[in-house]
């Protein structure tokens, strides 16, 4: 997040699109709900009727994949109106003008067409989204898990900057995280093209300092991006795999071609708390110790890195995930000689500029947001105050794509996927728990009761829903939380695996797959 999760309340205007925020951050959603209490307004943008709507001045229903589509629209009518912020764009962005020349043809009409959403209720959004005031957009991975995931970023980015929404409190363009330390995973370096503090593989100067900290030899090639290393197995190109909390057998798209992967591996080390569908094919298990079993940091969605405290210790066998990995380098002969997390934090420290000033002892009294680059900054609420890390920001013109598969005659729904509010990814913790299944204990397919009539379908009805690359049984719910031709599943159950049936092609750029949006077909079926 650019900003932090204390000042949504402070918002005057709130933007959430691509994100159900009730049942997948809901701790963040009471913060919507207190912001609208005190007077903000909520425009909700969203293919789906979520409980935020409810409480939302606007929803904009746009059909799933056309989201560049939307926002350039929304854009369109800000400059035709002349609800720019000029002096901020003048003063603090560049390529303006060919931004501009892209979002012409974006009238609410042309938008209308594409995305479904009306018109007016557009131009209603825009001149809200652009009025005098804070406003704050929140996405997840609504927003990102397209083959245009990073397209729809840069345009929210465009539409933060054409009113100067950014750099200030309340404002800002802010991806709610789908985990609790995934930012955390990310800022150590846990993609392939940086490392800690997102340096780039191949820059000179950082390699040259890693090099000499950590000893070794660093490849200036970057790394496969985690959708591209299963079709590696299959060509042959990767033999073994080392998977540490995932299970990508389950949530991973077009799952059968990951489990042919799996299957193909000559060896594959699986480390995690519990088993699941990816450790049944491991060769090795290492059995880690859960969060409240361990000392460490977990950095959220808003950048704030927090301490965690050992609560009890870890059953059998079970080690912290830096124990195992230190005694998996000592065999292969590094001399590494971690004595604590605390150590091993120092290090990070050491090497990652946006964690410079932070340590243990800093944390043990609270917890600070980075940048903190010193023992003496206090952290950083929210980001780009005076200048954005590049200098000035720039205005990406963005056309509005297809999304990689439209429904057909043979396969004539779209199939957009998420989580809801009992269950997390693939329930390897949450199914864990009695309370938790006995709210959700299978999956429901949700439904328009419009389609529901046309197929003769009721609730609880079984039903086959099919697509180019699978099948999956489930049964129907039947909902106007659904457009007609919109069919939601979530991805939480392996009896319903749904990801047998979502598409495994990519966005060019990030890697991240197309999960909102595939064609699928349903039946019912006789029982």
């Not at 994949?65 to 854009?75: E, K, S, W």
């Not at 898990?145 to 950014?166: E, F, K, P, R, Y």
């Not at 077009?254 to 080390?269: G, R, Y």
């Amino acid at each position: 997040m650019t900003n932090s999760i204390e000042e949504i309340t402070h918002c005057d205007t709130i933007l959430v699109i691509g994100s159900n925020t009730t049942e997948t951050h809901p701790v963040i959603s009471y913060r919507i709900r207190q912001a609208v209490a005190n007077g903000a307004t909520l425009i909700v943008a969203d293919p789906r009727n979520i409980d935020l709507v409810k409480i939302a001045t606007v929803h904009l229903p746009l059909r799933p994949g056309t989201d560049v589509a939307l926002i350039n629209g929304l854009a369109n009518v800000i400059i035709s109106n002349d609800l720019m912020d000029s002096n901020f764009i003048s003063a603090r962005t560049e390529n303006y003008e060919k931004f501009k020349q892209t979002v012409e043809k974006y009238s609410p009409e042309y938008v209308a067409e594409i995305t479904g959403v009306k018109a007016e209720d557009l131009i209603k959004a825009a001149k809200l989204y652009a009025r005098e005031g804070k406003a704050s957009i929140l996405y997840t991975m609504g927003i990102t898990q397209h083959t245009t995931g990073t397209d729809n970023v840069l345009s929210l980015a465009n539409l933060a900057m054409l009113t100067g929404n950014i750099g200030r409190p309340s404002t800002g363009v802010n991806p709610l995280r789908g985990q609790n330390n995934v930012q955390g995973a990310c800022d150590m370096g846990a993609l392939p093209n940086v490392y800690t503090a997102y340096q780039q593989v191949g820059n000179k100067k950082v390699m040259d300092q890693l090099s000499t900290t950590w000893q070794v030899k660093l490849s200036s090639k970057p790394g496969l991006q985690a959708t591209d290393m299963f079709q590696a197995v299959l060509e042959g190109s990767i033999k073994g795999m080392y998977i540490m909390g995932e299970n990508p057998n389950l949530s991973d798209p077009n799952s059968s071609h990951v489990t042919k992967a799996l299957e193909k591996l000559d060896f594959l080390v699986v480390q995690d708390i519990f088993m699941n569908e990816t450790s049944a094919y491991a060769d090795v298990i290492l059995p880690a110790a859960a969060y409240a079993e361990r000392y460490g940091t977990y950095t959220n969605t808003e950048r704030r890195v927090q301490l965690s405290h050992l609560a009890v210790k870890a059953p059998g066998e079970a080690r912290p995930d830096w124990q195992i990995i230190t005694g998996l380098g000592q065999k292969m002969g590094f001399p590494w000689s971690y004595k604590s997390a605390e150590e091993v934090f120092a290090e990070i420290a050491a090497v990652t500029p946006s964690y410079g000033g932070l340590s243990y002892k800093r944390l043990q009294s609270n917890s600070l947001q980075w940048p903190c680059p010193s023992p003496e900054h206090k952290g950083t609420c929210y980001l780009h105050k005076d200048i954005f890390a590049r200098g000035k920001g720039l205005f990406s013109a963005v056309e509005y794509k297809r999304p990689a598969e439209e429904p057909d005659e043979t396969y004539p729904f779209i199939l957009t996927t998420g989580r809801h509010l009992f269950h997390y990814h693939t329930g390897t913790m949450t199914r864990r728990s009695k309370g938790l299944s006995s709210h959700r204990p299978e999956e429901f397919v949700q439904v328009n009761p419009q389609d529901g009539i046309a197929l003769s379908l009721h609730d609880e009805d079984l039903i086959e829903i099919t697509s180019r690359r699978g099948q999956v049984q489930a049964k129907v719910k039947l909902t106007e939380k659904v457009a007609p031709g919109t069919v939601f599943m979530t991805f939480h159950y392996r009896e319903t695996a749904t990801n047998l049936l979502t598409n495994d092609v990519h966005d060019p750029v990030a890697g991240i797959p197309e999960l909102k949006v595939c064609a699928v077909n349903i039946r019912k079926l006789t029982r």
